[in-house]
């Protein structure tokens, strides 16, 4: 490991590097620093950032500027010596000998120092599988971790990767993205990463270079980028480029809009044989014959119930791939059905083998929109993303599910959350995975979902493996069990109100009101307990609601770390129940500590809530976008709608004399609602003279609550 201090000259520094191709200058007075660890550099094509990875490599001829690595300027030297110096190079496109074998490609680079060919085999094991196998026997991820395996042999003091992540499954860009983090934590190597993935670009490195028309427009906090949609699209044009607005979607042909011809769209390949410098233009009729015409929609397959056990017998689905997981998945069913309970394995496989899981991978296959043709794809990340898509359709249908378990990598874990996310909350769902010791949301979402961290990976039975695997299987057994085991029953309905800890007071007095008649199930507004109160009221376990803080829509609008998604009120529309909401803590958005603040934001009046949390106070401009938002949310509701406007404040933070007193704000944001709701006898945006947090406030909207709901509404009945 590095030292905590570095003395050392920089790994890489640039200033003022300018490249040209003829008359094109492609590099243009670029400066760039990497002191030490990680860096990542991203922009739209044809900024210059394989022209960068060239200069660097003395690939190119540089004709002003310097390059210095470790101290010493390597401007104008031959590639070989740059390498010798100890600079590593993954070109883009690989560069691999189609005669040599995997082992070959290795052995003729292999050098003294901390990797070795053995190292190298221990840490991409699927290279050790192919070793004997050609350059052009590959695939294209297996291709991508020789060319890394390559470099790294060289054992480099700084490690030049351009686009690592191009054109690979989303199993493999996670590996790459682990391995880069692996090297950034021991800090033998420094690594500059050229990136188009801005996701993998801010997980690997703590800053990124962002690279606009031949030189570098400024250096960014991964964590700012990737929480700043704005940024990203007005430099990288993600989604679309800069400012421009989405293309309208023209006809295939001429006159087919005026004709009212539906025309399927065509997938055209402009190089059917691999160009070259000589290579004509293909002749447009033969492109057009060429051209695939792509289903535009879903194959119309009827999703029909799925009975698992017979008798209404309940099981329990082990679930996986059980082509690459099929022991370890056994093992976990046997001991499962060793307790008696009836176990159905689920095979998530792609590869098509049979696996003699009770449920076949074609099976679930089946439930994709269209068909087995949707999962079974050649593509493995189009497969994987399929499959995906095929379990959640799948288990939706399936009835007499007990509980659900699961045991793999990020891949498989990826693969079956979302299933589960879809069964209702109480139905219990354990997944033991590698990646449970990390950031887990993305997988639990708002649902139940146990992780569990496998310590080892799941790869075949030892010591460790046998011993986590079977804690998973007995606790799946034991929350099984005790589901069995009625618990006293609470009569009570169960409502959902929001708070913050600015509208606790509001909350505290509301709930006070309604606890003897209704069971009050109180969601904290982070983004995911809003997430979780609307699937809730999806599985019909919510049969009312008191929205009053709805500050999540703030953080969606504006960047803040606690966002609604874009389906935030989606269930009670969906439901048709009544509606009770307000605007608590529309007066602010969440960020983490003061660094952590998009710079745009800068010069904001900010509030430090605690170390972890910084406020910032909402403008009217941005009051009047979240009311229209809001707004148009609302007239979507076929229920009764109560949405009240505290004209007293909307926070404890929004009151005379506190930080975030903005009666002009608070203006914009009751007009905007106003100017969006259409009105009617159904639906009421209630002006009220108090602040939210008053006495007098919750009173009003109790009364309200209980003139829409009476004191014992009849209880929904579960959807499942």
């Known amino acids: 490991m590095r030292d905590p201090v570095r003395t050392r000259a920089p790994a890489l520094e640039i200033k003022g590097l300018n490249v040209y191709y003829g008359a094109s200058h492609a590099l243009q007075g670029l400066d760039l620093r990497l ?15 394989t022209t960068l990875c060239n200069a660097i490599m003395g690939l190119v001829p540089v004709a002003a500027g310097t390059i210095s690595f470790g101290g ?13 110096m100890g600079i590593g190079y993954v070109p883009q496109g690989r560069r691999l000998w189609r005669s040599l074998t995997v082992d070959e490609h290795l052995r003729i680079v292999s050098s003294k120092g901390a990797w070795s060919v053995e190292r190298v085999y221990s840490t991409f094991p699927r290279l050790a599988e192919r070793k004997s196998n050609g350059g052009a026997q590959l695939s294209g991820g297996e291709q991508q ?6 470099a790294l042999l060289m054992n480099p003091r700084l490690l030049v990767m351009d686009e690592p992540t191009e ?16 090297l950034g934590e021991e800090g033998d190597i420094d690594v500059l990463v050229i990136e188009q993935n801005i996701g993998v670009a801010c997980a690997v490195a703590d800053s990124v270079a962002i690279m606009v028309n031949g030189r570098v427009n400024r250096l960014v906090p991964a964590r700012d980028l990737a929480s700043d949609r704005a940024l990203q699209q007005r430099l990288l044009g993600v989604g679309r480029h800069g400012d421009e607005a989405p293309p309208p979607e023209a006809p295939a042909f001429a006159g087919a809009a005026l004709a009212g011809v539906k025309v399927a769209p065509k997938v055209y390949l402009s190089n059917p044989k691999l160009p070259t410098r000589w290579s004509q233009p293909v002749p447009v009729a033969r492109l057009e014959a060429m051209a695939k015409v792509v289903t535009t929609a879903p194959v119309a397959l009827p999703l029909t119930e799925v009975r698992l056990g017979s008798g209404g017998q309940q099981v329990v689905l082990v679930a996986g791939t059980l082509d690459t997981k099929g022991e370890e998945l056994r093992y976990v069913a046997d001991l499962i059905r060793g307790t008696g309970l009836a176990v159905r394995m689920v095979d998530l496989s792609t590869s098509g083998k049979t696996s003699g899981a009770e449920i076949p991978a074609h099976q679930i296959a089946a439930f994709h929109p269209r068909g087995a043709a949707g999962v079974f794809t050649g593509d493995r990340g189009a497969s994987v993303a399929g499959m995906t898509l095929a379990f959640q359709r799948w288990i939706v249908q399936a009835q007499g599910i007990a509980g659900i378990i699961s045991a793999g990598g990020s891949g498989g874990t990826a693969m079956v959350a979302p299933a589960m996310r879809s069964l209702p909350v109480g139905v219990p769902k354990l997944i033991v995975s590698t990646v449970a010791s990390g950031e887990v949301s993305k997988y639990v979402g ?8 496998s310590v080892a990976d799941v790869q075949g039975l030892n010591a460790i493996t046998r011993e986590v695997l079977a804690n998973a299987a007995h606790a799946m057994a034991g929350m099984v069990a005790a589901r069995k085991v009625a618990p006293k029953r609470n009569d009570k309905p169960a409502i959902g109100p929001t708070m913050f800890g600015v509208t606790t007071a509001a909350v505290q007095q509301v709930t006070a009101l309604l606890q003897g008649d209704y069971d009050c199930l109180v969601f904290h507004a982070t983004g995911i307990g809003g997430q979780s109160m609307e699937k809730l009221i999806d599985n019909g376990k919510v049969t009312g609601v008191i ?4 500050t999540e829509v703030a953080d969606m609008l504006m960047g803040g770390m606690f966002p609604a998604t874009d389906d935030r009120f989606g269930a009670v529309i969906r439901a048709r129940m009544p509606y009770l909401g307000s605007v608590g803590a529309l007066d602010m ?20 809530h605690n ?21 148009a949310r609302l007239n979507m509701m076929e229920g009764p709608v109560r949405f009240f406007l505290p004209e007293g404040g909307v926070s404890a933070l929004d009151a005379p004399g506190q930080a975030f007193h903005d009666p002009a704000a608070r203006a914009a944001l009751f007009t905007a609602l106003e100017s969006t709701v259409r009105q009617t006898a159904a639906r009421q945006l209630i002006r009220v003279p108090h602040h939210i947090n008053d006495p007098a406030f919750a009173a009003i909207v109790v009364a309200a609550f209980r003139a829409l709901h009476g004191v014992r509404p009849a209880k929904r009945k579960a959807s499942r």
């Open 446 to 453: 708002p649902s139940d979902i146990t992780m569990m961290h």
């Open 589 to 608: 958005v969440n960020f983490a500590a003061p660094g952590t603040v998009p710079e745009k934001y800068r010069g904001r009046l900010m509030y430090p």
């Open 145 to 150: 971790m020789l060319a890394i395996a390559r």
């Open 167 to 182: 054109g690979l499954a989303p199993l493999i860009v996670a590996q790459v993205e682990e391995m880069l983090v692996r």
């Open 611 to 631: 170390p972890h949390v910084t406020l910032m106070r909402t403008t009217p401009a941005e009051n009047t976008a979240m009311g229209a938002w809001i707004g």
């Open 72 to 84: 010493q300027v390597i401007n104008g030297k031959p590639p070989a010596d740059i390498a010798r």
């Open 547 to 550: 929205d009053l803080t709805t």
């Open 35 to 49: 002191t030490s660890g990680v860096l990542s550099v991203v922009g739209r094509n044809g900024m210059g950032k």
